[in-house]
């Protein structure tokens, strides 16, 4: 996927680099090509002024009060993020089991079996013709949507926007993919021609946002392009960073941001040792190229600093990246594919046991839904779970085809 270029030249950019859908190789060796492309593309950019005045952060969001000490509460989005999130730990980079074919199967599903039982779940089941769950969960998008609607965001510090736009945009897609749901595969959805990344869900004290909004012109350039900012970015998907039992917090984002990298650097989904001369990356990482003007380098520097075990190594040794891991299978507790290989889906009374009610002790000024109460939405939600629970256990069991690499 291509970063955020200008539409006129987006044919010249994909001519220029070299343009695939997935899996761009990225040489650590310059060449006079690449030079030449890069100081053709850097002119184009350059050319856009139009474009770019137009993706400048709008003024509502562009100061903030670094001796602020209000806060924003996210108490029904704990609660609902602690009902219905499945924390799977770290990876262990382990390859999955195959899984024996059970008689009186009716469908196949594929799934990646290095990457399978990675990342967090969330029980988008319990959503399901659940008309009360998702009003519930509209709310609290809602809610944090509408949270500085009378103070604004110029009242908070940098670190407390940066934890709000974190939570709205997660909460945000949320909302979005119990919409689709069970729709198994989220790569059209995310980055098809109507991209849900690209739609104006949102407005936030008068203007109208994308996901792509917060993400490429608010989050980038009032955070000056740290690369860290993305491992916030839920997107329902295997393929990208966890999505957290909690909401993200101004005194705590960065170490929360910091856990998230680690968690997904170390994990098969975000770095894998092709060979001795090539060092294979998740194409979230391609799809986040903005985060690395020199993409290699930058890069490479960023895996560094958290990366750990043989694959340290393997990077440092490396002359090229390929951005070829791909996940896209939506990070469901297993609805879409009954039986899944590994440890993860092997236990699914205790996947569906991880709803548990949750304390809240937070104040300050209330991104809270006004329309439900925490311990209604965990009560709703737990109810849900045991049902769901009942009914699938009593369902057919699907038949998964592995594979074994990362595409």
């Not at 806060?71 to 730990?89: Q, W």
């Not at 659940?130 to 949270?147: F, R, S, W």
């Not at 294979?280 to 490479?300: G, H, I, M, Q």
């Not at 990070?331 to 039986?339: A, C, F, K, V, Y």
């Amino acid at each position: 996927m291509q970063p955020n270029v200008p539409g006129r030249h987006l044919s010249m950019y994909k001519a220029l680099r070299g343009h695939a859908s997935e899996g761009r190789r990225y040489s650590m060796k310059t060449n006079l090509f690449g030079t030449a492309a890069a100081v053709v593309l850097g002119a184009l950019l350059l050319c856009s002024s139009g474009t770019a005045a137009a993706s400048q952060v709008p003024e509502p969001f562009q100061g903030f009060d670094e001796y602020s000490k209000y806060a924003l509460s996210y108490e029904s989005l704990n609660a609902l993020l602690d009902a219905v999130v499945l924390d799977t730990g770290r990876s262990d980079r382990k390859k999955a089991p195959r899984q024996k074919q059970k008689t009186g199967t009716r469908l196949t599903v594929k799934v990646n079996r290095w990457t399978v039982n990675e990342g967090n779940r969330f029980y988008y089941e319990a959503f399901v013709d659940n008309e009360k769950a998702q009003l519930q969960l509209d709310e609290i998008k809602k809610g944090i949507e509408n949270a500085t609607a009378q103070v604004g965001l110029k009242i908070f510090s940098r670190d407390e926007q940066l934890a709000y736009w974190l939570n709205l945009y997660n909460v945000t897609l949320l909302n979005e993919i119990v919409k689709v749901y069970p729709l198994r595969d989220l790569e059209q959805f995310l980055y098809g021609r109507d991209s849900i990344l690209d739609k104006k869900l949102l407005v936030v004290e008068g203007v109208a946002l994308s996901l792509n909004d917060i993400q490429y012109t608010i989050l980038k350039q009032n955070y000056d392009g740290n690369p860290l900012v993305i491992y916030g970015l839920y997107q329902g998907i295997i393929g990208s960073p966890n999505i957290r039992r909690t909401a993200y917090t101004g005194k705590a984002v960065y170490d929360e941001l910091t856990e998230n990298a680690v968690v997904f650097i170390n994990s098969n989904r975000g770095t894998a040792i092709k060979n001795a001369k090539k060092f294979r990356v998740s194409s979230f990482y391609e799809r986040n190229e903005a985060f690395f003007p020199n993409f290699e380098a930058d890069l490479t520097a960023h895996l560094s600093q958290y990366l750990e075990g043989e694959e340290l190594a393997a990077l440092g040794t490396a002359t090229s990246l390929d951005a070829d891991i791909s996940d896209w299978t939506i990070t469901d507790l297993g609805g879409s594919r009954r039986e899944v290989g590994g440890s993860l889906a092997s236990n699914r009374a205790a996947m569906m046991g991880a709803a548990r009610s949750a304390s809240s002790g937070n104040y300050g000024i209330s991104a809270s839904s006004a329309a439900g109460s925490s311990s209604g939405i965990n009560a709703d939600l737990a109810k849900q779970v045991q049902e769901k629970k009942e009914d699938e256990e009593s369902d057919e069991a699907e038949t998964e085809t592995e594979t074994d690499d990362g595409s």
